[in-house]
């Protein structure tokens, strides 16, 4: 039979015993007006029917659990109430109304113990009105840690998922289920609570039960369920072996290499993914790998998507860390060791250049393989992997030959040639294509290749300290010495004028892809205060080796067949860490460039940015190369792109996909974050959209790159990033200021922390707590 939502403590009375996948606690509910006429008949009547067992007193406010607003935790409710205190316990829930109506009403129930679980679950994303069974909660008896904010585990479950949930789970999604089927399949929002009965046995508990206030429309699960399946096919088909790559299967992540969550997102529109696809992940990234001695990956799109989210084929990432000369059975063997590493270590997914794979020769690389031997790889083996990746980091930090001089000088290509573009008189279509030509050509080529130095130069710069050449202080008084494009942003904004200064940086936009927004020199206002001029921050310290220290490293430079010399050693390491940043400030102006010519072209013919920003990029290419009715082209483009980012915009997936199961139903993890320095701060938590109080705060954004570089020029007191890895632009920013930071906090960790109203981030424990 059909129930109807009504208050909290009518529609728990509604259900009564009828429910077959949990039960309910004996209940009394009274009114206001009840309360009023005869307050001791209430509580004679609570005691009666309930007995003399400590009570919890609960809201059921008829502006509360309504259709149209649930005003969950507006009023107060009041847990191990002794009888003697129950009048004051009502009188309290009754104030948190304030203006109480005559019909307004209090609930009261029976403590529950031995609670050995507790959470609340939803019958849809409440984010998105997709039929995701969406349960969070925490392990113990506070029942209202997760509804207090508190954190806890999430589980997530597709409306037709074929795959079981975990045995504490599957008795909440049977809940789901019923409820639902009972209130005529309207999305529902409950809380629960698992006791454990006499005998061990579980026993499952409604709390409450509510309508789901959701602002989009409500997705069919048969329509999920089309999507899944084809996005679980992708992935199987995936998993399968490859003739021309190493590794028995392959995993899907959005954070390893070309990290796609940090850069543009997990959701980017088209016009985002495809200029990202376009510039760096179907053939650059492969090409430059190559040419620095990896092996040959080209022809081999890096980022698949799944309905518009993006991901990284690890398998494909992890044959392109491998030496080219390695024979094919010991690559196929490394990457799925590799793999199976990350498997068993899923919070390393920002990290696997530093924790999974060999990338480079290092000065503690012989004692790193050494993890190999339990795999089954023979000493010889070893030996033959540590040789191949001398001879690869040998042609990388040479100091007259290395790939990286090379790389540098396009860079200076690039910059000629964007000039020459944009002084000309060509057609903005041409420019367009151009821009972006050149921009990978001369730009994002090497980047990927001045990137791989600058993790080759991290890396080594580590191995210094595992060594015991450098302490962590070294460690981060060099990286403290770097003066990167980014440092002389922040100096630039305390010197210059203002027009001086934007047309220097103007070009810069945070989400650097992203058409919608800003640059620096459009709202120049929006990310600086013109007013006041930031105190002048100090040049970068050099960095000076004691005289032992240099002997060591030349001995350990020796000792490994490393060719530089300790002073060609440091100048790479410096330059590695410094070209890296100004590679990327200098294709991301030819982008810049182009998606401001983008958003002239539609201007010219009335379509806005906002539709300009669900275009593929392929059609500006079409528009330029072929005669084409270009109003029809832009109107069919806008039309399929929102449709598509519709479908992008309802699904979830885990931020590692191991199996075709975990696109179905999955647990969100808890990242391993990156600590930035050594220091500690405590400060009140602002977005990074508060510009009037960043000061003194820790700053939080989801996903950072250089055109976030404009929040350096306030004294905030920290950083923290939902995504991000421990070399990534953000992680080198604030090792270069000195600044805490917390980076790649994952997205449970990051909705906890940044929800907080203080924290206090201690980045040498590697912990960070929520005060207020």
Known sequence: MTVAFSTKARSLEALGDSLTSARILPLVHFTFRDWQDNRALCQLRTVQELGSHPFIVRSSCAREDRLDQSNAGAFLSVPNVLPADLAAAVDQVMASYGKAEPADEVLIQPMLRDVVRAGVAFSHDPNTAAPYRVINWTEGDDTAAVTAGLGGRTYQSAAQSPVPAPPAIAPVIALIEELQARFGDRPIDCEFAVTRMPGGIEQLWLLQVRPLVLRHPVQSGADQTGRLRQIAAKVRRGMQPHPFVGGKRTAYGVMPDWNPAEIIGVRPKPLALSLYRELVTDSIWAYQRHNYGYRNLRSFPLMPHFFGLPYVDVRLSFNSFIPADLDDGLAGRLADYYIDRLLAEPTLHDKVEFEIVFSCYTLDLPQRLERLSTAGFSPDERTRIADSLRTLTNRIIDSRSGLWRSDKAKLDTLQTRREQLLTSANDPLERIYWLLEDGKRYGTLPFAGLARAGFVAIQMLRSLVTTGVFSEADYHAFIGSVSTVSGQLARDRATLDKT????????????????????????????????????????????????????????????????????????????????????????????????????????????????????DISIFREMHVAAVDVEDLLAVAVAQGKKRHRDTERLSLPPLIASPDDVWAFEWPEAQPNYITQKQVTASVVDCTQRDALAGAIVTIPNADPGFDWLFSYPIAGLMTAWGGANSHMAIRAGELGLPAVIGAGEVLYRRWSQAGRLHLDCAGRRVEVLA
């Open 500 to 615: 001086t200064f934007l047309a220097r940086y103007g070009h810069l936009r945070p989400g650097t892809y992203d058409i919608l927004s800003p640059r620096y020199d459009e709202t120049p206002d929006l990310y600086f205060d013109w007013s006041k001029r930031p105190q002048m921050t100090h040049d970068s310290q050099p960095f000076s080796c004691t005289l032992p220290q240099m002997r060591q490293i030349a001995s350990l430079l020796s000792e490994h067949g490393l060719e530089p010399d300790v002073v060609g050693l440091m100048d790479f390491m410096q330059s590695g860490i410094e070209l890296r940043e100004l590679a990327k400030f200098h294709f991301t102006r030819n982008l810049s460039d182009a998606m401001a010519l983008i958003a002239e072209v539609g201007a010219r013919y009335g379509v806005s940015p906002d539709d300009l920003a669900y275009c």
